[in-house]
């Protein structure tokens, strides 16, 4: 399944200066730069999550407009830069996690190319902020099992 329509693709894939032998192969590049940035701002995004602050995925995860998408990054962004500048944490044991410029900008260049896409996509990030990578859930399952006794 594509994130966005192919003319979409093809328009990030010239903006990034994508280089590829043939179009399909440029589409997939553009394609995995787009998933990349998805899975960034999640990871900036799940650092919410991990200290009980839903407030920007729900926001992400309702936005009808790229203005509420726009100042929900902004948000998000800032509170991450500042507290990692700071070097404290979100909550106890949760540090901050600031997305690439890249990640973002291309987030906000597929809301300007197409609301739906760029919409998709933030909803997207906001699904993928509310899981755990399967490291990590490997992680406190053993944890969990160790804690209990049972062998990790």
Not at 79 to 87: D, M, N, Q, R, V
Request: glycine residues 6%; aromatic residues 4%; charged residues 35%.
């Amino acid at each position: 399944m594509m994130l966005a329509q192919r003319q979409v693709l093809e328009v990030i894939a010239s903006r990034y200066g994508v280089e590829a032998k043939d179009s399909e192969e440029m589409l997939r590049k553009a394609e995995e730069m787009l998933r990349k940035a998805i899975e960034d701002v999640a990871e900036m995004l799940r650092r919410f999550v991990r200290a009980r602050q839903y407030s920007f995925v729900d926001r992400l995860a309702n936005a009808a407009g790229k203005e509420v998408v726009s100042a929900t990054l902004y948000e998000a962004l800032r509170i991450s830069e500042s507290t990692l500048k700071a070097g404290r944490t979100l909550d106890e044991n949760v540090r901050p996690y600031v997305a690439s410029e890249s990640s973002v900008k291309l987030l906000l260049d597929l809301l300007d190319l197409d609301l739906v896409s760029g919409l998709e996509a933030v909803k997207r990030c906001a699904v993928l902020a509310l899981t755990y990578p399967a490291r990590a859930k490997e992680e406190e399952e053993e944890g969990e099992g160790q804690a209990e006794g049972g062998v990790g």
